[in-house]
């Protein structure tokens, strides 16, 4: 996975979510986040949350199985509302050539529907395809680096944030937070 690395991306780019991806974005959830999970693969991403007192509201993955677990399988594109208060998901990172989708179509859909946060590649907001979502993106959590597949050898080797899109809410300049750690 990534641009840095030899390793063939998986099918549906389905990537288990690692709880150190997440640690950055408990300071900007609220106590008892109640979100839907359109992206959720095996439920890391939701057990980590969960873990951390927020809940998950709804799930579905667009394989539906995944290694074992049932998901409904619907794609985040067919959804229609929010059984939460947000999104919050790991997505399918842009694949070369696409313009930036299937994420930033996936942003723009869903955002009209909630705020939603996604984990992706740093580098997002650096390409032009960035345009079509920057005016929904009011902040961005760097993660910095992370290990997307646990028994590869060496460290991560993508920069990764969180970036929370929602075309509601306050004019201005994007927020930014820096890694803390």
Known sequence: MGKRSSFKRRESDFYPTPIEAVLPLLNHLSINTKYQEPCCGELDLCDHLDYFGHSCE?????????????AP?????????????????NPPWPAVGQHGDPTI???LHLSDIAPTWFLLNADVMHNKYFSKVADRCRRIVSVGRVKWISDSPGPGKENCAWFLFDPTGADGPIEFYPRLA
Not at 62 to 68: E, L, N
Not at 73 to 89: L, R
């Open 73 to 89: 399988p619907v794609n985040a594109m067919d959804i229609t509302s929010c059984a939460g208060e947000m999104f919050i998901t």
């Open 105 to 107: 179509a996936m942003a």
């Open 58 to 70: 709804g799930i579905s993955d667009i394989k539906g199985s995944v290694a074992g677990f049932y």
